[in-house]
């Protein structure tokens, strides 16, 4: 089902950023979409009981079920973020709905931060910090990623943009997805299956792939050791699908010399997690997609996929429900 008129429109957020959001999220579906009427709602308890609409915009709340379950009658949901593997387990119908989500909103973000974790390694930054603190002059010689072969698993919107930036910076650039086809900037592509040939040849490895039932532990301890010695992982995918335990191996066994970690399958990352202050890996808290224009281009995403309903044409950005995202 799609909505063939978007009249009505709930917006759903968290109490405490409701009110920073309400104002230009209120004033862009107005402008673009004339007509529309905009309820916004920060609880469950706060939406309208036996209500009706075209669409709901909201983040994969966990309260959503339940405002959901107040409406009589909901003709799409549009999520606030990319990745959609949280709502697998929210008990709310799946189908007789239309679900998409905001790709795309994380290209630029998540691709400065895959550079930024090569150029942190390439350059030695961690050591330069480190001695800085201890007023130790240490002059070492540095690597560069002019030539370096990077692998892109995941040729989405974020590993796409990953390739252009990787190749503004000279390096040789192998993308791998499920279905192989040209991408610009992208020397070679291939399938999934074919990663055992080109991980020895594989100087930084990038994994900016959804969690589904197929990706779940993808990287694991087989996958890491067919790395060449002293390669780096940088992942932005999601929780689950780089094995945390086989990193702190590789990283003992040297087949990885760093590692930029942003996701993790239990998140905040426990105290007691080995992962934690190790100077050949960058730690940080699921930060690689923030940015302050998040929900500006998260509502463009939705107001380009109501565009092409109100024009006849399928949804821009729709959720795969067989395939989880």
């Known amino acids: 089902m799609k909505p063939d008129r978007i009249e009505s429109i709930l917006f759903l957020q968290k109490a405490e ?45 966990p309260w959503l079920p339940q405002a959901l379950s107040r409406l009589a009658r909901y003709d799409w949901i549009h999520f606030l973020s990319a990745g959609v593997e ?16 905001s790709s795309g909103v994380h290209g630029s973000p998540m691709s400065e931060f895959a550079i930024g974790a090569m150029l942190h390694f390439a350059k030695s930054f961690d050591q330069f910090v480190e001695q800085s603190r201890e007023r130790v002059w240490n002059r070492v010689w540095l690597d560069e990623l002019d030539g370096r072969t990077v692998t892109i698993i995941g040729m989405g919107h974020v590993g796409g943009a990953i390739a252009r930036r990787a190749r503004a910076f000279g390096m040789n650039v192998i993308g791998v997805q499920r279905t192989p086809r040209d991408t610009p900037g992208v020397a070679t592509t291939v399938g999934i299956e074919q990663l055992p040939n080109v991980l020895p040849h594989t ?10 039932p197929d990706t779940e532990g993808l990287v694991d301890d087989v996958l890491l050791a067919q790395l060449p010695a002293g390669a780096v992982l940088v992942d932005i995918s999601r929780g689950g699908v780089v094995r945390q335990g086989a990193v702190v191996d ?76």
């Open 250 to 325: 590789a990283l003992k066994r040297g087949n990885l010399r760093g590692a930029a970690l942003d996701v993790f399958e239990e998140e905040p990352l426990p105290p007691t997690s080995p992962l934690w202050g190790k100077p050949s890996i960058l730690l940080t808290p699921h930060v690689s997609g923030t940015s302050p224009r998040y929900m500006e281009k998260a509502i463009e995403v939705f107001i380009a996929n109501a565009k092409q309903l109100l024009a006849g044409l399928p949804a821009m950005t729709p959720v795969d429900i067989e395939r989880r995202y």
């Open 17 to 61: 950023v409701l009110p920073l959001q309400k104002p230009a999220v209120v004033e862009a579906i107005r402008r673009e979409l004339p007509g529309a009427g905009v309820t916004t709602c920060g609880s469950a308890e706060d939406v309208p009981e036996g209500g009706g609409f075209d669409a709901v915009i909201a983040p994969t709340l």
């Open 86 to 101: 949280k709502i697998w387990d929210m008990p709310f119908p799946k189908d007789g709905v239309l679900l998409t989500k």
């Open 203 to 212: 100087q930084y490895l990038v994994v900016c792939l959804p969690l589904t």
